[in-house]
Antibody, heavy 121, light 106 residues
Framework: EVQLVESGGGLVQPGGSLRLSCAAS????????MQWVRQVPGKGLVWLLRISRDGSDTTYADSVKGRFTISRDNTKNTVYLQMNGLRAEDTAVYYC??????????????WGQGALVTVSS | EIVMTQSPDSLSVSPGDRATLSCRASQSVSSNLAWYQQKPGQAPRLLIY???TRATGIPARFSGSGSGTEFTLTISSLQSEDVAVYYC????????FGQGSKVEIK
């Protein structure tokens, strides 16, 4: 069974940092690209960033470029989201998602349960 | 950025009736369109990809259609467990989601 389990969420002050982890199991982690999507409570979904299966290629949405970093450790079946310079508007549930490659494009077939990040003083 | 617009924002359907949800893209996304179901307190679940292909384990009452800029998700016979918010997502040019359509039982 495919499982993605996020951890590391919590309360952080504006300007602070937090690192989320997403532990994967039930599939061969190293052959899948991984991505992060966030959702402000009660609102819609927003794509944030992606990492290739070997970690050599990353892409960031403009809203987080320069502040957030995605990385992965295929020996630990884990993908990370390092968040720096956090702002109140970063308050959201952060989902780790598995990306499926199909005909040159990627969609998301499995989602973690989400990690809540609250940015407040 | 491709903007995805869903309609209606919410709909109330009697059990066993058909529910039809629409999704419009601001420019063509070909068939690179997915639908997700999100129940309260849960993560989204993939229902449809490639505009019309059901994901593994998704009941046959869920169907998707469309291409280009106009897409539809149909629930042929609404069950109580289908109460959720449904999102469309284009993955033709990075990823953007619609604002969601909430389905309730009448």
């Amino acid at each position: 069974e495919v499982q993605l389990v996020e951890s590391g969420g919590g309360l952080v002050q504006p300007g602070g940092s937090l690192r989320l982890s997403c532990a994967a199991s039930g599939f061969t982690f190293s052959i899948y690209g991984m991505q992060w999507v966030r959702q402000v409570p009660g609102k819609g979904l927003v794509w944030l960033l992606r990492i290739s299966r070997d970690g050599s290629d990353t892409t960031y949405a403009d809203s987080v470029k320069g502040r957030f970093t995605i990385s992965r450790d295929n020996t630990k079946n884990t993908v990370y989201l390092q968040m720096n310079g956090l702002r109140a508007e970063d308050t959201a549930v952060y989902y780790c998602v598995r990306a499926i490659y199909s005909n040159g494009y990627f969609y998301f077939d499995y989602w973690g349960q989400g990690a809540l990040v609250t940015v407040s003083s | 950025e491709i903007v995805m617009t869903q309609s209606p924002d919410s709909l109330s359907v009697s059990p066993g009736d058909r529910a039809t949800l629409s999704c419009r893209a601001s420019q063509s996304v070909s068939s690179n369109l997915a639908w997700y179901q999100q129940k309260p307190g849960q993560a989204p679940r993939l229902l449809i990809y490639g505009a019309s292909t059901r994901a593994t384990g998704i009941p046959a009452r869920f169907s998707g259609s469309g291409s280009g800029t106009e897409f539809t998700l149909t629930i042929s016979s609404l069950q109580s467990e289908d109460v959720a918010v449904y999102y469309c997502q284009q993955y033709n040019n990075w990823h953007t989601f619609g604002q969601g359509s909430k389905v309730e039982i009448k």
